[in-house]
């Protein structure tokens, strides 16, 4: 099969790098200078990838850019959504875009080491629009190019989107929580190293994001995080617009990871691209 890859970041090029070395035919579409001229041979790509920006900006998430890239993918063939969408985004694409076959399958790569992410999934999840067997068989194809992982799932799209915001979700709340373990250690004049040291020991723990100084500084930072969050928020106060506890609880976490990022200006202009100049 020849495997398409639209948008050359870090996500897209990784997986395009590991395909290629596991023998594929790849073909990588960006608007990169070395990338651009290949934007009509997607059409003939059996499987196409598509690793492409989606922003949350004040004036709310954007999905502009992977609807406007769908149309490169031939009749036919299969797209597979890497960015990260909101629930519903997936259906809501397969169903303007009809001569095609629509999945999503969320990525989990971390940019500091995402060539070793991609070519060793902890996890291969792939959501369909549609359970019919025509759909199976995208989704079985897809899967035996993927490189292996330990677990599997194939379920709807919609859970498939679900599944990748409560990963980013989870590390975000994760990191703003040991940040307040920090300052009450600090504040009581507490060795974080003993602390951090029994944390990282816990099997019970989920520890990755258990260090609240990391990278150029403290609190949920990167390209997904501060993003991503803001959106599963706005997601949240559409669909269940009556937990005002619940809204009271984002809000708390943001304005909280807000405060550590601007602490340590971490990643000021990413915080000011999704809240506004005036956050």
Same mark, same amino acid.
């Given at each position: 099969m020849k495997i398409g890859f639209i948008g050359q970041g870090y +996500?897209? @090029?990784?997986y =395009?790098? *590991?395909f290629e070395k596991r023998g594929y035919e790849v073909i990588r579409y960006a608007l990169e200078p070395e990338y651009e001229g290949n934007k009509e041979k997607i059409k003939d790509c059996d499987i196409v990838f598509i690793a492409v920006p989606t922003p949350t900006t004040p004036e709310g998430f954007s999905d502009k850019i992977v609807r406007s890239v769908i149309p490169l993918v031939g009749p036919g063939k299969i797209a597979v959504i890497k960015s990260t969408i909101l629930p519903g985004t997936t259906k809501s694409i397969q169903a303007e875009n009809p001569s095609i076959i629509v999945l999503n399958s969320p990525e989990f790569l971390s #940019?500091?080491?995402a060539a070793k992410d991609a070519a060793n999934p902890f996890s291969n999840i792939v959501g369909t629009p549609e359970d019919s067997p025509k759909y199976k068989e995208a989704t079985e194809k897809v899967l035996s190019v993927l490189p292996k992982a330990p677990y599997s799932l194939v379920c709807n799209s919609k859970e498939a989107e679900i599944i990748k915001y409560a990963h980013n979700g989870?590390?975000?709340v994760q990191i703003v929580f040991f940040n307040l373990m920090? *300052? &009450?250690a600090s504040s009581m004049e507490a060795d974080w190293e003993s602390i951090e040291e029994a944390i990282l020991a816990d099997p019970y723990i989920s520890n990755r994001y258990a260090r609240p100084v990391h990278k150029t500084g403290r609190g949920a930072g990167g390209n997904c995080f501060i993003k991503d969050f803001a =959106? &599963? !928020?706005? @997601?949240y106060k559409e669909v269940l617009p009556g937990d005002v506890n619940g809204h009271t609880l984002f809000k708390a976490l !943001?304005? @909280?990871n807000c405060d550590l990022l601007m602490s340590t200006e971490k990643d +000021? #202009? &990413?915080l000011k691209g999704v809240y506004g100049r005036e956050q």
């Open positions: +996500i897209g @090029k990784n =395009a790098d *590991d #940019e500091t080491t989870s590390a975000f920090y *300052d &009450l =959106a &599963l !928020v706005n @997601k !943001v304005d @909280k +000021i #202009e &990413l």
